[in-house]
């Protein structure tokens, strides 16, 4: 850890828990890639197709990589595995990934586009914090909850798609995401956490569909000018009695 000029990771091939390929570190059998050497001064890597999993911090750091390409054979991305890996501008997650750790691509300050497929079934916390340069998200129809603080501080963020298979946007999800504008809540979601939007400073308006029962009171920091919310449904009640805010019928606005 920290060890950032270590170019280089070679293992003896009669070593019986690690193996290396071109310096770079994997598991025995090849399956899970362990550790890229974080002074490495490539700026694309294939990831082999014998991996299966991207191991725990296996990229953090590797501030040289533009473009890493990972095959359908990975079914799993650590916690942490691209953190801070500033110079990172495109990931394609494949179909085969089922999970995307906690803290997976935090700190990934370059990083513009993020393709996540409908095989995702959960984003972990803060997978995606402070991804500044990240422009456009579309949340898969498979991915039925958002982590804590996933998205925080993605200040670049103007849009957001979230798919009707959410059910829950955890605390803090969005928070500091100062170029959203507009968000529609999908008729799947039924809580939305603490700071969940807390500095969207730009947000003008929210839609809240009447499946959503539970609203924490920092959800909104500021609120929004407008509120779209179902006549009596529970965010009408709630935003109803806020001074500021201006409630209104989905076919009054």
């Not at 990975?74 to 999970?99: H, K, M, N, Q, W």
């Amino acid at each position: 850890d920290g060890c950032i000029s270590l170019n280089n990771i070679n293992v003896t091939p009669n070593n019986l828990t690690y193996s290396s390929i071109d310096g770079v570190l994997y598991s025995k059998d090849g399956t899970k890639l362990l550790r890229f050497p974080p002074g490495s001064e490539k700026n694309t890597f294939q990831v082999p197709d014998s991996v299966t999993s991207i191991g725990y911090e296996a990229f953090r750091g590797c501030t040289s990589l533009t473009e890493v390409t990972i095959p359908n054979s990975v079914t799993s991305i650590g916690g942490e595995a691209f953190r801070g890996c500033t110079s990172l501008t495109e990931v394609t997650v494949p179909d085969s990934v089922t999970s995307i750790g906690d803290e997976a691509f935090i700190g990934c300050a370059s990083l513009t586009k993020i393709t996540i497929p409908n095989s995702v079934t959960s984003i972990g916390d803060g997978a995606f914090w402070g991804c500044e340069s990240l422009t456009d998200l579309t949340i898969p129809n498979s991915v039925t909850s958002i982590g804590y603080m996933a998205f925080c501080r993605c200040t670049s963020l103007a849009k957001v798609t979230i798919s009707n298979s959410v059910t829950s946007i955890e605390d803090a999800a969005f928070m500091d995401c100062t170029s959203l504008t507009e968000i529609t809540i999908p008729n799947s979601v039924t809580s939305i956490g603490g700071g969940a939007f807390q500095g969207c400073e730009s947000l003008t308006k929210v839609t809240i569909p009447d499946s959503v029962t539970s609203i924490d009171c920092f959800a909104f920091i500021p609120f929004p000018e407008t509120i779209i919310a179902v006549p009596n449904s529970y965010a009408w009640n709630y935003y109803s009695h806020v001074k500021g805010i201006k409630v209104v019928a989905p076919d009054k606005e």
